[in-house]
């Protein structure tokens, strides 16, 4: 069974930084993309990021491009996502995902929630002005 755990999520003023991460357990497999989704109160979930099995290939959202970076070490079998000069509006529970679908452009072309198999259970991110 795979589980996503997320860590460091936190509270942060705005232009401020945090980092989190995620670490898979279980058999997610040889080729998986993984992704940082984000939902906020009343908000349909989102996704902010993906990156590739490989680590070559990344998608970002309008909102994180420039400001977000994700990353991955397979070999420590981690992601991460690096949040830079953060507003209010990226307040939201951030929530790690794992897909494992052969069409890699619905990960780059507006990736959705139904191209993701496994999910976390969210780290909130808090952002004050």
């Known amino acids: 069974q795979v589980r996503l755990t997320e860590s460091g999520g936190g509270s942060v003023q705005a232009g401020g930084s945090l980092t989190l991460s995620c670490e898979p357990s279980?058999?997610?497999?040889?080729?998986?993309?993984m992704a940082w989704f984000r939902q906020s109160p009343g908000k349909e979930r989102e996704a902010v990021a993906t990156?590739?099995?490989?680590?070559?290939?990344?998608y970002y959202s309008d909102s994180a491009k420039g400001r977000f970076i994700i990353s991955r070490d397979n070999t420590k079998n981690i992601v991460v996502l690096q949040m830079n000069d953060l507003t209010v509006e990226d307040t939201a529970m951030y929530y790690c995902?794992?897909?494992?679908?052969?069409?890699?452009?619905?990960?780059?072309?507006?990736?959705?929630?139904?191209?993701?198999?496994?999910w976390g259970q969210g780290t909130q991110v808090t952002v004050s002005s």
């Open positions: 279980g058999d997610t497999g040889s080729n998986t993309w």
């Open positions: 995902a794992a897909g494992t679908g052969s069409d890699w452009n619905r990960y780059t072309q507006r990736p959705a929630q139904t191209d993701f198999t496994y």
């Open positions: 990156i590739s099995p490989g680590t070559t290939i990344t």
